[in-house]
């Protein structure tokens, strides 16, 4: 199973926001959302950077509270790791446990085409692991 598979079971909807937003309005989307990350993106659509909770709560530790009103491009991870619809549960893990984090952009052609969570890889790998078993049993009592 792919990215693709991934994304047909959740949609390719993406909330993202602006460079030149707040802290807040970060802090208001992730919580409306239910989401742990937001894609900041430029004018034209391209990824320029990812904010995740963990980046607000490491925010206010070093700031204070009045960070949130500071502009996400300060506090923002501009070199995103990102991933495409051909690639496997496996390599997802694979770059979530290296980079340490647990979203992943999908970028196809270019554009940004999706997102990915760890609970949407942790779900996927729940499924890879029945159908397995399944196919296990199958041959079993066949044999
Ligand atoms: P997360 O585990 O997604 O809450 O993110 C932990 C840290 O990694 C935060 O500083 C994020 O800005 C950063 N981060 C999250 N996703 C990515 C990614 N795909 N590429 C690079 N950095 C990321």
Do not use: W
Request: net charge negative; aromatic share 2%.
């Amino acid at each position: 199973m792919n990215v693709a598979t991934i994304l047909a079971g959740k949609g390719r909807d993406v909330t993202t926001i602006s460079s030149t937003a707040d802290l807040l309005d970060v802090a208001r989307s992730l919580s409306a959302q239910k989401i742990g990350a937001i894609i900041v993106t430029d004018d034209g659509g391209a990824v320029s950077g990812i904010i995740s909770e963990r980046d607000i709560v490491n925010a206010i530790a070093k700031n204070g509270a009045e960070v949130l009103l500071r502009p996400v491009s300060n506090h923002m991870t501009q070199n995103v790791i990102t991933c495409h619809d051909e690639e496997t549960t496996s390599d997802l893990m694979g770059k979530m446990t290296q980079g340490r984090f647990r979203h992943l952009p999908v970028v196809n052609d270019g554009k940004l085409d999706g997102i990915i969570s760890i609970g949407d890889v942790v779900k996927m790998r729940i499924a890879e692991a029945q159908l397995e078993a399944d196919a296990m049993r199958e041959y079993i009592a066949s044999g």
